[in-house]
């Protein structure tokens, strides 16, 4: 059927998608090189918001990811690769 068509398509496009990283600031002005898709299900999250922890919240499902601890998500053990750059 067409719903589990759409789906599969779009698990493989984003099984396929290339690592793109971007640069991100927290509310203290301190850089971050992520990986620009969320590993969950592949949002943007260049325009994510950093809440007051430092965690950026994906803005499709509110995973949080540790921008202090490789960017990683305290339930899946899954990575946005961060990386705290020198100012």
């Not at 927290?26 to 943007?44: L, M, R, S, V, Y």
Request: hydrophobic letters at 30%; aromatic letters at 8%.
């Amino acid at each position: 059927n067409s719903d589990s068509t759409n789906f599969r398509r779009g698990v493989l496009n984003f099984l396929n998608m290339p690592k793109k990283r971007c640069v991100i600031k927290n509310k203290n002005n301190e850089t971050f090189e992520i990986e620009q898709f969320c590993p969950h299900q592949g949002a943007d999250l260049s325009d994510a918001l950093i809440d007051d922890e430092n965690y950026l919240i994906c803005p499709r499902h509110g995973w949080k990811f540790n921008l202090l601890n490789n960017g990683i998500h305290h339930e899946s053990n899954e990575s946005i690769n961060a990386v705290k750059i020198k100012n």
